[in-house]
T-cell receptor, first 115, second 113 residues
Framework: DTGVSQDPRHKITKRGQNVTFRCDPI?????LYWYRQTLGQGPEFLTY????????KSRLLSDRFSAERPKGSFSTLEIQRTEQGDSAMYLC?????????????FGPGTRLTVL | AQSVTQPDIHITVSEGASLELRCNYS??????LFWYVQSPGQGLQLLLK??????LVQGIKGFEAEFKRSQSSFNLRKPSVHWSDAAEYFC???????????FGKGTMLLVSP
């Protein structure tokens, strides 16, 4: 169990550029979540995958945000035409196929700074 | 919709003193509740969780939490704080749909010598 990993850990970009983040969940976990955390706030749910199916995406912040999990393993989160308001920590979490109250294991996050 | 309130943004505790961090939730059914800790530059680590049974839950690092349905609270406690406990603490409630977590805004714990 190597834990949830995220890459890159830090990303600095200029406004208007596209960015993509990667999340590698714990290997046997079929459920994957993306959250965003801004300064002084708790994490905020963005989207959810079960295997390769994106079952909840209504909480993505705008149509500039998209996520994929093509083979049910790693996932990517893309932000197009970044804005300064997109600056935040983006967290990925995974959990097993079990019932409710199974633990979500979080990765270390990708900190995005938009200049 | 569910929500979580952590009334204290910052708390300072002397090393060796006891700690209580407050959490109030709003949820229509039986809540599944969690406490996570986040150290600077790190992801979230689960301290403990409640979903049924005994309302006093034991977690890692000597933490415990008590679920009180009548008060809609799930307060985190530790009898003796160590300097390494300085971090940000988040309370969360799990939804019944896809088990997404709704977090409070967090409480930053500072430990003084």
């Amino acid at each position: 169990d190597t834990g949830v990993s995220q890459d890159p850990r830090h990303k600095i970009t200029k406004r208007g550029q596209n960015v993509t983040f990667r999340c590698d969940p714990i290997s046997e976990h079929n459920r994957l979540y993306w959250y965003r955390q801004t300064l002084g706030q708790g994490p905020e749910f963005l989207t959810y995958f079960q295997n390769e199916a994106q079952l909840e995406k209504s909480r993505l912040l705008s149509d500039r945000f998209s996520a994929e999990r093509p083979k049910g393993s790693f996932s990517t989160l893309e932000i197009q035409r970044t804005e300064q308001g997109d600056s935040a920590m983006y967290l990925c979490a995974s959990r097993t196929r079990g019932g409710r109250a199974d633990t979500q294991y979080f990765g270390p996050g990708t900190r995005l700074t938009v200049l | 919709a569910q929500s979580v309130t952590q009334p204290d943004i910052h708390i300072t505790v002397s090393e060796g003193a006891s700690l209580e961090l407050r959490c109030n939730y709003s949820y229509g059914a039986t809540p599944y509740l969690f406490w996570y800790v986040q150290s600077p530059g790190q992801g979230l680590q689960l301290l403990l969780k409640y979903f049924s049974g005994d309302t006093l839950v034991q977690g890692i690092k000597g933490f415990e939490a008590e679920f009180k349905r009548s008060q809609s609270s799930f307060n985190l406690r530790k009898p003796s704080v160590h300097w390494s406990d300085a971090a940000e603490y988040f309370c969360a409630v799990e939804s019944s749909g896809y088990s997404t977590l709704t977090f409070g805004k967090g409480t930053m714990l500072l430990v003084s010598p």
